[in-house]
């Protein structure tokens, strides 16, 4: 069984640009989650889809970033325009139901110059 | 608001001690707390879940213990190897029903078994 895949797995992009990560969890995971982990510090919450909808979306740290997740399966979170302090490490994780062992994807390395 | 420590931020030991990981956490109002393993440059591998009613867990090497009350949990790892080398992170679910059910994750333990 597939796990948690993540696309890409590095991105170096430039400061006002534009930059769409996706994650597919593991096949009939209705949670799906984004964390990140910024330079030097702890892993972050940012949001909770339950199939399509938005369940917490508590941690978005500014409308700069949107997820989406259309029909329920994989997911995208969208940076428009990228920071330089949006560079990080962007995980996505899934679980079977919300209060069950989440399952981690192999993250995003983002890189804003 | 939730906030999970880990000590020590480091660890360096030779091959084939045993050795103990620790975590604490401020609200004791959680639902389970999950040890991960990362490798470098790798993703989160989920290493054992222990749910607030439970005072400890076992795979293998590894025994994870949790004293709810006190905020405290422990990773244990017997006889180490060169392998383990990675960063542990703890991370724990609030089981308010108005805290969401996000992980919020200690600054993990950066171990190198040496051989």
């Known amino acids: 069984e597939a796990g948690v895949t993540q696309f890409p797995s590095h991105s170096v992009i430039e400061k006002g640009q534009t930059v769409t990560l996706r994650c597919d969890p593991i096949?009939?995971?209705?949670?799906l989650y984004w964390y990140r982990r910024v330079m030097g510090k702890e892993i972050k919450f940012l949001l909770h889809?339950?199939?399509?909808?938005?369940?917490?979306e508590s941690g978005m740290p500014n409308n700069r970033f949107l997820a989406e997740r259309t029909g329920g399966t994989y997911s995208t979170l969208k940076v428009q325009p990228a920071e330089l302090e949006d560079s990080g490490v962007y995980f996505c994780?899934?679980?079977?139901?919300?209060?069950?062992?989440?399952?981690f994807g192999q993250g995003t390395r983002l890189t804003v110059v | 608001k939730q906030e999970v420590t880990q000590i020590p931020a480091a660890l360096s030991v030779p091959e084939g001690e045993n050795l103990v990981l620790n975590c604490s956490f401020t609200d004791s109002a959680i639902y389970n707390l999950q040890w991960f393993r990362q490798d470098p440059g790798k993703g989160l591998t989920s290493l054992l879940l222990i749910q607030s009613s439970q005072r400890e867990q076992t795979s293998g090497r590894l025994n994870a213990s949790l004293d709810k009350s006190s905020g405290r949990s422990t990773l244990y790892i017997a006889a180490s190897q060169p392998g383990d080398s990675a960063t542990y992170l703890c991370a724990v679910r609030p089981s308010h029903n108005n805290a969401g059910n996000m992980l919020t994750f200690g600054g993990g333990t950066r171990l190198m078994v040496k051989p």
């Open positions: 096949s009939g995971h209705d949670n």
């Open positions: 889809f339950v199939k399509e909808s938005k369940q917490d």
């Open positions: 994780a899934s679980s079977l139901q919300g209060l069950t062992e989440a399952f």
